[in-house]
């Protein structure tokens, strides 16, 4: 079997990965129902999640390293010596989609996306947690679930025709980084669950699932 051949069990595997998460992104609204056994049930899960996330992010760090020694090598390949390589170029390409794909779940659990923050500020633990929550449940969850499925067809594609760049001297690999889009889909979708899951214990007024104190800098993370 050559890699090419991956590509329908792999496409099948994203769109199977979808239909098995569906249920589960259910958990935050379980809690809100059921109290504090859901919620001894979800905590595992989510501090697994967290970790998963964390490890994501330390990976996307040494390809945001890579991609500024990358750049740093084109400029002055190009300025100092006039000369160009394509696939140094696309390799810095490469290193800034995996970067910032893969670290986008951890940038969720430590509240660092941008928020278009109008009155969420003002309102109480409680009142952000049910912005929060509605916020996974008509946001989140539906357009990264969507994303999930949309995206086993594209990686089937891109590994049964081998896609590379359409630069002849390009990186043959688009195949592979078209793999890290239903990657950061489920890696996001799982840690969007994960903090809907959060929410629904701040509005239960449990006990908070807290992030893992070896992973996060002391003040951040959700409660």
């Given at each position: ?6 590509g ?36 595992p899960?989510?501090?697994?999640i ?5 490890a ?10 890579a ?27 490469y ?75 390009g990186?043959?690999?688009?195949f592979?980084?078209?793999t890290?889009?239903?990657?950061f ?39």
């Amino acid at each position: 079997m050559t890699p090419y051949d991956l590509g329908q069990p792999l496409g099948m595997f994203f769109t199977v990965m979808g239909f098995a998460l569906a249920p589960f992104l259910l958990l935050p609204f379980v809690i809100l129902a059921l109290g504090d056994d859901a919620a001894r049930v979800a905590r595992p899960a989510i501090d697994l999640i967290d970790r998963l996330s964390l490890a994501f992010e330390a990976f996307a760090r040494w390809c945001l390293l890579a991609m500024a020694f990358g750049m740093l090598a084109t400029v002055v390949l190009r300025y100092a010596f006039g000369q160009s390589f394509t696939k140094l170029t696309e390799g810095v390409l490469y290193a800034h989609a995996l970067g910032f794909l893969l670290a986008a779940p951890a940038a969720l659990l430590r509240d660092a996306h941008v928020r278009v923050d109008i009155l969420y500020g003002a309102l109480s633990d409680r009142g952000k947690a049910v912005i929060n929550l509605m916020g996974y449940a008509l946001f989140a969850a539906p357009v990264l679930l969507m994303l999930l499925f949309a995206a086993g067809p594209v990686v089937e594609l891109a590994w049964r025709i081998g896609e590379r760049s359409a630069e002849t001297d390009g990186l043959p690999l688009v195949f592979l980084l078209k793999t890290a889009i239903p990657v950061f889909a489920a890696g996001l979708l799982a840690q969007a669950m994960a903090q809907g899951c959060r929410a629904a214990i701040t509005i239960r007024g449990l006990a908070p699932a807290a992030p893992p104190a070896a992973g996060l800098p002391r003040g951040e993370g959700v409660a």
